[in-house]
């Protein structure tokens, strides 16, 4: 089976079709249902973030596999075939095994090094697997990816400084307005994004924040935590009156802010300026807003210029993080090789193993009146010399680094011993899902 990611990212994609293509946490499960019954594709893994929609599976044609997977995300999300063509990327094998290991370690996000999107790759191979879509190939190459991921948070310093869109929302912040000390923020939405956001902005000790979310409870608790005020999501105009700095992160499907709530809220305001910081996505904002005299709206494609500053200072750090991904790609990959060589070992062994058991059965009536340990020794030598025979020769065939190699190796050796037809099936040492996960799917030749 051949592996392939195809996806769009802020990369390549304008924040527009990134939202158009999202899919929200309680859509994952039948999304990864609907592809794993193409019959084009075997494993599959969804992921979908604030910045990104990729979708990981193996199947025995690319061509046939990036149709499939382009024809999902058209079809799911209602996007013309040629609004998606000219923004996808594709990745296969190798490729394909580095794309993930980059985005787990930070290294492909909006902001390089921020921590979120690890427990993101996490959430989508939980998810999958959930639903038995993973099986050897996926499983190893996201056990994997989480191996790289931690290594490059805890043998780098790459999560030192602006590590998070809402840590750059900060620093785009702190250009605007200047010193926070003199200003009220206003934050719409209680959840993950929001509160590492309020965390942030209450570290500069503003005059003012409140918190507004259509969850009271989540509000409430999120601004005792940063010791600031609750707003009801019905005083929500009034709030966007009074604000100096509002930051939106809520997970509607359709603006919050819309253009004639912003205007309405203009008239109060008496010509003060108000910015407007979306990191939603979908975006809670709508970017007519942004046509307005004396509003300032930025989303989340425009932190770059916060970002590529973090990038600068960590140029060093990145560097050894490229370096321990290629690590992991080649650890990756020398597994993905000895499987070409596993059902010729598994076939070797057992021609070795019934070569020895004939023999001992011929030999039985000499070894009959033996005392039962000694026909055991007898039996157990044997079987060892089968493992010291077999050895070197099952390491040196694993180890060839050419994937055509060992094809021809594995084939002589076939034609040597008469092996006959290999088990394409047969797997060692397989990961599995993640605790909780229903297990894994399991393909022919996967």
């Known amino acids: 089976m051949?592996?392939?990611?195809?996806?769009?990212?802020h990369h390549t994609a304008p924040i527009d079709l990134r939202e158009r293509l999202a899919f929200a946490t309680p859509d994952l499960a039948e999304a990864v249902s609907t592809l794993a019954r193409d019959p084009a594709l075997g494993e599959v893994v969804?992921?979908?973030?604030?910045?990104?929609?990729?979708?990981?599976?193996t199947c025995h044609s690319l061509e046939d596999g990036h149709e499939a997977m382009a024809g999902f995300l058209t079809s799911a999300r209602a996007?013309?075939?040629?609004?998606?063509?000219?923004?996808?990327?594709?990745?296969s094998e190798?490729?394909?095994?580095?794309?993930?290991?980059?985005?787990?370690?930070?290294?492909?996000?909006?902001?390089?090094?921020?921590?979120?999107?690890?427990?993101?790759?996490?959430?989508?191979?939980?998810?999958?697997?959930?639903?038995?879509?993973?099986?050897?190939?996926?499983?190893?190459?996201?056990?994997?990816?989480?191996?790289?991921?931690?290594?490059?948070?805890?043998?780098?310093?790459?999560?030192?400084?602006?590590?998070s869109v809402s840590y750059a929302a900060l620093g785009l912040a702190r250009k605007i307005v200047g010193d926070l000390r003199h200003a009220s923020m206003l934050v719409v939405g209680a959840g993950e994004m929001a509160e590492l956001t309020a965390r942030h902005f209450a570290a500069q000790q503003p005059k003012r924040i409140t918190v507004c979310s259509r969850t009271a409870t989540h509000a409430e608790a999120l601004a005792a935590d940063v010791g600031g005020t609750v707003v009801p999501w019905g005083d929500l105009d009034a709030a966007l009156a009074q604000a100096d700095v509002v930051v939106t992160a809520t997970g509607a499907r359709t603006p919050i802010l819309t253009r004639k709530r912003v205007q309405a809220?203009?008239?109060?305001?008496?010509?003060r300026p108000?910015?407007?910081?979306?990191?939603?996505?979908?975006?809670?904002?709508?970017?007519?807003?942004?046509?307005?005299?004396?509003?300032?709206?930025?989303?989340?494609?425009?932190?770059?210029?916060?970002?590529?500053?973090?990038?600068?200072?960590?140029?060093?750090?990145?560097?050894?993080?490229?370096?321990?991904?290629?690590?992991?790609?080649?650890?990756?990959m020398a597994w993905a090789r000895s499987r070409t060589a596993m059902p010729t070992v598994v076939a070797l062994r057992q021609r070795f193993e019934t070569i020895r058991r004939a023999e001992l059965d011929r030999l039985q009536p000499k070894i009959a009146g033996l005392p039962p340990e000694a026909r055991a020794r007898v039996d157990e030598i044997t079987r060892l010399i089968i493992e010291k025979l077999l050895i070197t020769p099952t390491e040196q065939l694993k180890a060839l680094p050419d994937e055509?190699?060992?094809?021809?190796?594995?084939?002589?050796?076939?034609?040597?011993?008469?092996l006959g037809d290999r088990n394409d099936d047969d797997d060692d040492d397989e990961p599995g899902p993640p605790p909780g996960g229903k297990g894994p799917r399991e393909f022919v030749g996967s």
């Open 265 to 271: 809220a203009l008239r109060h305001r008496r010509g």
């Open 46 to 57: 969804l992921l979908s973030t604030c910045n990104r929609t990729e979708l990981y599976a």
């Open 94 to 163: 190798g490729d394909a095994a580095r794309h993930l290991f980059r985005v787990a370690a930070g290294l492909d996000s909006l902001v390089v090094g921020e921590p979120q999107i690890l427990g993101q790759v996490k959430q989508a191979y939980a998810s999958a697997a959930d639903q038995h879509a993973t099986g050897a190939l996926l499983n190893r190459l996201f056990h994997t990816a989480f191996t790289a991921g931690k290594r490059v948070r805890s043998e780098t310093e790459l999560a030192e400084g602006a590590v």
């Open 79 to 91: 996007v013309p075939a040629d609004d998606l063509r000219a923004h996808i990327y594709t990745r």
């Open 274 to 332: 108000l910015f407007i910081i979306d990191i939603a996505l979908p975006r809670d904002v709508d970017p007519l807003v942004a046509g307005d005299d004396d509003v300032f709206l930025y989303n989340i494609d425009d932190l770059q210029s916060v970002i590529n500053e973090s990038l600068a200072r960590r140029s060093s750090e990145t560097t050894h993080a490229e370096t321990i991904v290629n690590q992991e790609v080649e650890r990756f």
């Open 404 to 418: 055509a190699l060992q094809h021809s190796y594995a084939d002589a050796l076939s034609h040597l011993f008469a």
């Open 2 to 9: 051949r592996l392939l990611v195809l996806g769009v990212s």
